[in-house]
């Protein structure tokens, strides 16, 4: 796997001199769903606690500049649901991203920001339910494009499409396994 990428602030002008339209901004969810994946990442390497990472965050990272770097508002209801539930809902979550995962390719072989990345795009589409599993799918994809220049976001697609189909089957388009009786 290549290293996360850094997140450039998107230049105002292209190198030929010609200028290109500002990025939109980013909406509250999408947000988020970023602050969720860098507080993921920021527990597991420094072991910090879910309340310490939501306080570290809502105070000194949503919204706010750091070192240069603008990072995004987020809706904080949302944020903190997805923060606690990934940590949570962890022993529920790990299983299936295996399971979703290549043969010799197990979560705990991943780079962190992927784990990160995976863990809540899998509780968002296991728990989530008013969040459409396509729309989560996608989302996390961008923000692996955020971290990745490499194959990484296709492989954060491929592995959440699979959990995807499998928890939200109808969704799909998959008809629903009849019942045993």
């Given at each position: 796997?290549?290293?996360?990428?850094?997140?450039?602030?998107?230049?105002e002008t292209?190198?030929?001199?010609?200028?290109?339209?500002?990025?939109?901004?980013?909406?509250?969810?999408?947000?988020?769903r970023?602050a969720?994946?860098?507080?993921?990442?920021e527990?597991?390497?420094?072991?910090?606690?879910?309340?310490e990472?939501?306080?570290?965050f809502?105070?000194?990272?949503i919204?706010q500049?750091?070192?240069?770097v603008?990072?995004p508002?987020?809706?904080?209801a949302?944020f903190?649901?997805?923060?606690?539930?990934?940590v949570?809902?962890?022993?529920?979550?790990?299983?299936?991203?295996?399971?979703?995962l290549?043969?010799?390719w197990?979560l705990?072989?991943?780079?962190?920001?992927?784990?990160?990345?995976?863990?809540?795009?899998?509780?968002?589409?296991?728990?989530r339910?008013?969040?459409?599993?396509?729309?989560?799918?996608s989302?996390?994809?961008?923000v692996?494009?955020?971290?990745?220049?490499?194959?990484?976001?296709?492989?954060?697609?491929?592995?959440?499409?699979?959990?995807?189909?499998?928890?939200r089957?109808?969704?799909?388009?998959i008809?629903?396994?009849?019942?045993k009786?």
């Open positions: 796997m290549s290293q996360p990428a850094e997140t450039p602030a998107a230049p292209t190198a030929e001199g010609s200028s290109r339209p500002k990025p939109a901004p980013l909406s509250l969810r999408k947000g988020a970023l969720v994946v860098q507080a993921l990442y527990m597991e390497i420094s072991d910090k606690g879910v309340i990472a939501l306080a570290e809502e105070a000194f990272w919204g500049e750091v070192d240069g603008v990072h508002p987020a809706e904080t949302f903190r649901d997805v923060l606690r539930g990934a949570e809902e962890q022993r529920a979550i790990d299983p299936k991203l295996d399971a979703a290549s043969k010799g197990p705990r072989r991943l780079e962190v920001v992927l784990r990160a990345i995976l863990r809540a795009g899998a509780y968002e589409l296991l728990f339910r008013d969040v459409p599993a396509r729309a989560a799918i989302e996390y994809v961008d692996a494009h955020s971290f990745y220049a490499g194959d990484e976001p296709g492989m954060v697609n491929a592995v959440l499409d699979r959990i995807g189909r499998e928890a089957s109808t969704e799909f388009g008809p629903a396994a009849p019942k009786a």
